[in-house]
């Protein structure tokens, strides 16, 4: 019964504050909270300005041509030896472009790998099941590259979970720049081709 008691004093205290909170004339906003505002700018501008100010590294490219030749530069001037592919089509593609990469998790230094979509008012990366990144990316590694298209940049989460509701994913991943970058990866890169 005590048990029972401690709950009732927490339901009640919980409903008073809600009550307070609509007598402050708050009472509204949870109503409209879910409504957001037109982007001020492209949602590509949006995205790599959030993107950067969480510490992530954003580059775009014109052409998957021009992201070849940033991507071997990079691994130039950085000395990347060994990449490895979260995925094995991207592996492929890469391969084809003579950018030879490993699929294997462990001791990944380096990684590579594409994503769902990129949330434009969080600066989020959405990573889900479909990618092929589940059976290979068992940790985050220091260094991390996505790549996606423009055209994979959506407003908000909600219309990533629209377009995912026909056939959703084992599983979905939202990785969102700043503590993550500090705790986990070191740097992360990301690749935005045109179209």
Known sequence: MKGSSEKEKVLKLLRSALLDKEDEGNGTFVASSCNYYPLDDEPIMVFAEKFVSGKGKFVYCESEEEFIGKLKNLRAY??????????PSLQTYLSNYEIHTEIDDENTTVGIGLCHSLIART??????????????????????IVVAFESQIQDSYKQ????LSGTPPQWLLSIKTGELIEEEIRELYMFVISG
Do not use: C, D, Y
């Open 123 to 144: 600066g989020s990366i959405i990573l889900t099941s479909a990618q092929g990144v589940g059976k290979h990316l068992k940790h985050f590694p220091p260094i991390m």
């Open 78 to 87: 950085r000395q990347w030896n060994k990449i490895v592919a979260f995925s």
């Open 160 to 163: 990533t979970l629209e377009q």
